[in-house]
């Protein structure tokens, strides 16, 4: 898969052999649509797409030996990280 924007990975993964396109569906109210295709656990994974606008991964859910749900929202949103507090900072050789 080659660098592109998110369109050109929902094409990648709607032309694999091993994707299944699934029914439209939301998430979070929200109009998606879902691929499902095979694990590395022996499962499946489950990506909903976001159906209007840019296609974002609006979620994942994933079964097998590990299952997982994953649910991501505010895109383009700027997070401001602060570093913690020395008081709450241990030193690895406090450990």
């Not at 979070?28 to 295709?37: E, H, W």
Request: net charge negative.
């Amino acid at each position: 898969m080659g660098q592109g924007g998110p369109l050109e990975h929902v094409r990648f993964f709607a032309q694999n052999p091993e994707i299944t396109p699934g029914a439209s569906t939301t998430v979070d109210g929200q109009p998606a649509f879902t691929l499902t295709y095979p694990g590395s656990q022996g499962g499946t994974i489950t990506d909903y797409i976001a159906a209007q606008g840019r296609p974002y991964l609006l979620k994942r859910t994933e079964t097998g030996r590990q299952p997982s749900e994953i649910t991501y929202y505010d895109f383009d949103t700027v997070t401001q990280l602060r570093p913690p507090a020395d008081h709450d900072v241990v030193s690895i050789d406090e450990l």
